[in-house]
């Protein structure tokens, strides 16, 4: 961006507050699912959603505490309104035993949804926490992955001084949770045995402990806690405690069992200890928080609601807007020296690629390609207008996006960064979806990232969303499905590139999807292709899906995903080989900005490893950064 020139005559136009036109934060909060609407047309929004807390595991003896429902901060454009989805919180565990294993419930997605399908916000519901142990998919006791995971419940049929069985606790999705605690088989007599708490959106939850052969020979974990958003999103709902999980379940008579997470918003795990009996507890309604663990044959807690939060940044702070800035400058109001252009510069900005899934033998995505943004030189309909005649002579601030990292087992692949000049944003490409929960879908970005995982035949998780028409300017498009089996073949899709989708998955024949293509340019001369998609994997020979074109990485069934190539914002290819060094997923390549301007204006531009100038042999030169800088223009 321009110089702040804030010793000008006018005391400067960035930082200046204008409170007849700028009021405070207007700050909505939905309780429930309806179209909220938003007090002005198109404009840029920032939103809180809280998924619905996971169930409280009900076991035999004992059930681990639900964990609490996602918690997502993010920015989405919406035009007059936003559809909100608040995710239900996941019911208890019922006292079915002995008629067969039971089964953790999960808490219910938050979505928001603002003008098209590349503008959502979606919240993970909380994992439910762990039920009965021997038999059973479930054995032994292990609590349901969600935004925060369920406390891990009975590990196991005990037996006098048994040793240690831990029951594996639920895993969070990150970023939006923690892990669950791990349940126990205590050092003691027979029954001695304690539920894990749910993980909360602020800590893990708590472990089990045991003691050694006596007394009160152990505990249940409590609920992870919250996070109070009340003073950045006014009028939530229970002073604004959000997000903790349930406490575990106590199976006989010993200790009580714990509380919920951060003020019991948290359900409190029931106790069946004769001196303090107590039921299970429920998380408390739109706080996302999770339900208490139980023994047989009582209930557990149901998960709490979830809720959202839209701020309205075009009121947040009273500063002027860069729009307001530029106009202001091309009406002669910023007496800063500066010398308009009188031309039109055209621009290349790519945005860092994203990186790939990967999974343990299974389906994962491919990274999606970073946003393409260009003025001209290269296809329609990806070019976008060309930059503003009211630029001036000054110094601007460019950033070159970095490539996302590679994702895990239960991490998805990381979103590239994203690309600016001036007013001219790309955004990063979406990452490759993993093998774990919510995590199989493909991340949301400039192009969307493939869809990876593992599932129930004949099901498929989706590819990222792409910032693709009708989103003006379009910068990519879509990631590819991925197609999902029990057996041995399960097929993730390719990122989307700029030109083109990212394919989907074949789970019958062939190689995971390949990468979308890119976008040839000439802004620099000869034609360049940038931003393809990486390839997703299918976990049977021949599993590897390609790259597209424009530096979109290959994937590999048995060794490591191929990076995206650095300075095209090529996607990350994705991996399904087993654990172990050197077999990691491809990262995203980085971004690009390049200007182009007629002979009459000079660059200059620093660090000297970032910039690169040159001259066409037509006369126009040309500025290169290949990482963030600083460009100069005079005349």
Request: include cysteine.
């Amino acid at each position: 961006m321009p110089r702040n020139k804030s010793g000008s005559a006018n005391g400067g136009i960035i930082g200046k507050r204008n409170l007849a036109s700028f009021g405070k934060n207007v700050v909505t909060v939905v309780t429930s699912t309806s179209t909220s609407p938003v007090s002005s047309s198109t404009k840029e929004v920032n939103v809180l959603a809280v998924a619905g807390g996971g169930g409280g595991g009900q076991g035999s003896p004992m059930g681990g505490g639900g964990g609490a429902g996602g918690v997502v901060q993010q920015d989405i454009t919406v035009c007059g309104s936003a559809s909100v989805v608040i995710g239900a919180g996941a019911p208890g565990g019922s006292p079915a035993f002995p008629s067969g294993p039971l089964t953790y419930n999960t808490g219910c997605n938050t979505t928001v949804t603002g003008i098209d399908s590349a503008n959502v916000v979606t919240a993970c519901g909380g994992g439910g926490g762990g039920a009965r142990g021997p038999g059973g998919p479930l054995a032994p006791g292990k609590g349901g992955p969600g935004g925060s995971g369920g406390g891990g419940g009975n590990p196991g049929s005990g037996t006098s001084n048994p040793g240690v069985f831990p029951a594996t606790a639920g895993c969070g999705v990150p970023g939006q949770g923690n892990n669950g605690g791990a349940g126990a088989h205590g050092l003691g007599p027979p029954g001695r045995e304690f539920g894990g708490g749910g993980g909360g959106h602020g800590a893990v939850g708590g472990s089990a402990a045991q003691n050694q052969n006596t007394a009160p020979f152990g505990s249940a974990g409590a609920g992870g806690a919250g996070t109070d958003f009340s003073p950045s999103y006014p009028g939530l709902p229970n002073s604004g405690v959000l997000a903790a999980g349930g406490g575990g379940g106590n199976a006989s008579p010993g200790t009580c069992s714990a509380d919920g997470g951060s003020s019991n918003t948290g359900g409190r795990g029931a106790s069946s200890n004769p001196s303090s009996p107590r039921s299970a507890g429920n998380g408390v309604a739109n706080t996302g928080s999770g339900g208490g663990g139980a023994a047989h044959p009582n209930n557990s807690g149901n998960g709490g609601s979830g809720v959202v939060a839209i701020k309205e940044l075009n009121k947040a702070s009273g500063v002027w807007s860069m729009q307001s800035q530029f106009s202001a400058k091309s009406q002669g109001t910023w007496p800063d020296g500066s010398v308009a252009l009188g031309v039109s510069l055209d621009y290349l900005v790519v945005a860092g690629g994203g990186g790939g899934g990967k999974s343990c033998s299974r389906a994962a995505g491919g990274g999606g390609a970073g946003g393409y943004r260009a003025s001209g030189y290269g296809p329609s309909p990806l070019r976008g207008s060309a930059t503003p005649v009211n630029l001036t002579t000054g110094s601007y601030a460019i950033t070159v996006g970095a490539g996302g990292a590679t994702g895990s087992y239960a991490v998805r692949g990381v979103q590239g960064n994203e690309s600016t000049f001036s007013t001219i944003t790309s955004a990063g490409g979406g990452g490759g979806g993993s093998e774990q929960g919510c995590v199989k879908a493909g991340g949301p970005g400039g192009s969307g990232g493939g869809a990876g995982g593992a599932g129930p035949a004949g099901t498929s998780a989706n590819g990222g969303c792409g910032n693709q028409p009708p989103v003006s300017p379009p910068q990519g498009n879509h990631g590819g499905n991925s197609n999902l089996s029990n057996g041995p073949t399960s097929a993730g899709g390719g990122g989307g590139g700029a030109t083109g989708v990212g394919t989907p998955g074949n789970k019958c024949s062939g190689p995971g999807g390949p990468g979308g293509a890119g976008a040839p340019n000439d802004i620099l001369g000869p034609s360049t292709t940038y931003a393809g998609g990486g390839g997703g994997v299918r976990n049977d020979s021949p599993g590897a899906g390609s790259g597209g074109s424009g530096g979109g990485g290959n994937a590999s069934i048995d060794g490591c995903g191929s990076a995206g190539t650095a300075n095209t914002g090529g996607g990350g290819g994705a991996s399904a080989a087993e654990p172990g060094p050197s077999k990691a997923a491809g990262a995203g390549g980085s971004g690009i900005v390049i200007i182009r301007g007629p002979s009459a204006i000079t660059f200059a531009g620093s660090p000297c490893a970032a910039f690169t100038g040159s001259t066409h042999p037509g006369g126009d030169k040309i500025a290169k950064f290949t990482a963030s800088g600083t460009l100069t223009i005079s005349k």
